[in-house]
């Protein structure tokens, strides 16, 4: 449950904390440069990363058979002994730590000062609750999540962050919002609506996010201000 909750809402992550814009020293056609190569990090034996976002799974047996297994078996040309045969040999986007009872997400950007940092989180941690508890859709539904669609959006999100435009409305139903084509930042901002209360200590932080924009293009906007 908790595993096709945090499936569901990964792909829009970068579009809420993208804060990586920059390569060598300039702003490039990504918000979220951390995602864009995170995919390609073991190129040389791919099945680690997968599609970042996780395939559905329905218990821990499928965890295991769908995706650690087939994680092993490419590694053994280059792991004979089974050294690196554990769970945490997947790089996936959100991996599940069976020997922690917990879900690492692993794709957020660090932003600014910790109070943004925690206020990403705590909204995050909200949507993730309201999906496992089935709220706004079912676990069935949200497992029908096509797997590469969701990947698809990650990388618009990647590239784009909060401008990113969401036009998926499985998703979109999944999530209980306005199934219109609308951008990235406004589906957080009505996930922040449903989920958290008005005076909720973290709003100050998320609503900078929401009116100026995800830390990437504040980044990039004073950039283009001192180079100008």
Known sequence: RLHSAIRTVLPLLPALAASSPALDGKCTAFMDNRV??????????PEIAGMIVPEPVASRHGYEASILEPIYRALQPLDPEGILCHEWANARGAIARFDRGAIEIRLLDIQ?????DLAIATLVCEVVRALAEERYSTVEQQDTLSTDTLHAVLMDAAQHGDAAILDYPPLTRCLGINEQRQSMGEVWQQLAASCLPNDSAVMPALNTIFQEGCLARRICGAADKKNN
């Open 36 to 45: 864009r190569v995170y995919g390609g990090n073991c190129a040389r034996v």
């Open 112 to 116: 600014e000062c910790p109070k943004a």
